[in-house]
């Protein structure tokens, strides 16, 4: 580490409400500014793979977001709470909902087995523009033509959203 940040490769960052050090490659620092000052990546929705840098180290997870998340497929069927290979969604800066997604090919169908979101009134239009907009990303990525929501919460998703 110390010959790296005597080369200038990395530079430490500060880390909002960490007193932990994190470092970042030198060349990526024009990235953060950017991501930073982008409008569309603040206002967008993201949905996240359980094996996301982001998401795999639950105490940070919990630090950054205020959320539990964990890849649910090693635990027992009746214990999970969203789901085999559940997807946080990020919007705004924070985790506002799950989706548990599955791709059934013969019927070129992206299943979502389970949908649930946290959101506030105010906050409803907004973001389910956001996520509808990420939901068809993630459908056309997946080379699906039809999508399916099995289960919703608030139940209202599933018509609000196909």
């Given at each position: 580490?110390?010959?790296?940040?005597?080369?200038?490769?990395?530079?430490?960052?500060?880390?909002?409400?960490?007193?932990?050090?994190?470092?970042?490659?030198?060349?990526?620092?024009?990235?953060?500014?950017?991501?930073?000052n982008?409008?569309?990546?603040?206002?967008?929705?993201?949905?996240?793979?359980?094996?996301?840098?982001?998401?795999?180290?639950?105490?940070?997870?919990?630090?950054?977001?205020?959320?539990?998340?964990?890849?649910?497929?090693?635990?027992?069927?009746?214990?999970?709470?969203?789901?085999?290979?559940?997807?946080?969604?990020?919007?705004?800066?924070?985790?506002?909902?799950?989706?548990d997604?599955?791709?059934?090919?013969?019927?070129?169908?992206?299943?979502?087995?389970?949908?649930?979101?946290?959101?506030?009134?105010?906050?409803?239009?907004?973001?389910?523009?956001?996520?509808?907009?990420?939901?068809?990303?993630?459908?056309?990525?997946?080379?699906c033509?039809?999508?399916?929501?099995?289960?919703?919460?608030?139940a209202?998703?599933?018509?609000?959203?196909?």
């Amino acid at each position: 580490m110390r010959v790296l940040k005597q080369e200038d490769a990395i530079v430490e960052v500060e880390v909002e409400d960490s007193a932990t050090p994190h470092y970042i490659l030198s060349d990526n620092l024009a990235l953060i500014e950017r991501a930073r000052n982008h409008r569309a990546s603040k206002d967008r929705a993201w949905f996240l793979s359980p094996f996301d840098n982001i998401v795999w180290d639950r105490k940070r997870v919990s630090r950054l977001f205020d959320a539990d998340v964990r890849l649910e497929a090693y635990i027992p069927k009746a214990k999970r709470q969203f789901g085999y290979f559940a997807m946080p969604i990020i919007w705004k800066n924070r985790i506002v909902g799950r989706l548990d997604p599955k791709v059934d090919r013969k019927s070129n169908t992206l299943i979502l087995a389970n949908l649930e979101l946290n959101l506030t009134k105010n906050e409803c239009r907004d973001a389910l523009e956001a996520i509808q907009e990420e939901l068809t990303a993630f459908t056309t990525f997946h080379e699906c033509e039809h999508l399916k929501i099995k289960r919703a919460k608030p139940a209202k998703l599933r018509d609000l959203l196909i």
